[in-house]
Structures are given as C-alpha cells and as structure tokens.
C-alpha cells in the first residue's frame, strides 16, 4: 500500500467512525432527554449528520465503483427525506397539540418593555 491509500483508508475510518459517535449519541438523546420534541431534535440529528459522515467513509473505503455510486445515492435520498419526515413528524404532533416538556420552577422569557433601545 502506498502512503496516499493509507492516508485514504484512516481519512475514510475516521468518518465511519464519526459518524458512528453522531449515532451513539443520538441514541442516548432519544433515551435520555424528557419529552418528544427533545426527542424528535436528537433523532434528526442523528439522521442527518450521523449517517451521511457513515456514508462518506463508506464510499471513501470503497473507492470508485458502483458502490460509491449507490452510497451517494442513497445519501442524496436520506439529505432530502429526513429533514423532511422530521417536519412531517414535528408538524403533527404540533397540530395534535403536544406541548414541550417545561422544567419546574423555569419560566420563559418575557419581554422587556421598560427599557428603550434607543437610550444608549
């Protein structure tokens, strides 16, 4: 093996694995954070940066072939559905009224009336 294939291979290792830690941490998201919107962030992200970093590395350790090409697609496909199933999802649970998860004793913020950005 030359130096640059060497080079090629752990380039290519290091997006698998890259994108291994987006999916192990996506998973500990959806398990740990408390309600579905949490959730549903954790998920997408995973999805959108985790499996295309995995894709990358794959069709970098494949070299060029139809394999490559087929990897490729598949990422243009997963780069167009995911965020938009995650929209889909997000719109109807939102339609349906679910609510996020409020900490107790947080409140959110509330506008500041009193000072004027103009007093400088």
């Known amino acids: 093996m030359t130096t640059f294939e060497i080079a090629l291979s752990v380039l290519g290792w290091l ?7 987006f999916a192990i941490v996506g998973a500990f998201g959806i398990w740990r954070f408390p309600d579905f919107w949490s959730r549903l962030h954790a998920a997408s992200i995973t999805d959108s940066a985790g499996v295309i970093l995995l894709l990358v590395g794959m069709a970098i350790e ?3 072939g139809l394999v490559t090409v087929k990897l490729v697609i598949i990422g243009v496909f997963l780069f167009i559905t995911g965020p938009t199933a995650t929209h889909a999802v997000a719109n109807a649970a939102l339609v349906s009224g679910l609510r996020p998860h409020e900490a107790p004793g947080l409140t959110g913020a509330e506008p500041d009336y009193q000072s004027d950005p103009d007093d400088s």
């Open 62 to 64: 494949a070299g060029l």
């Open 15 to 21: 997006f698998i694995l890259s994108g291994s830690f």
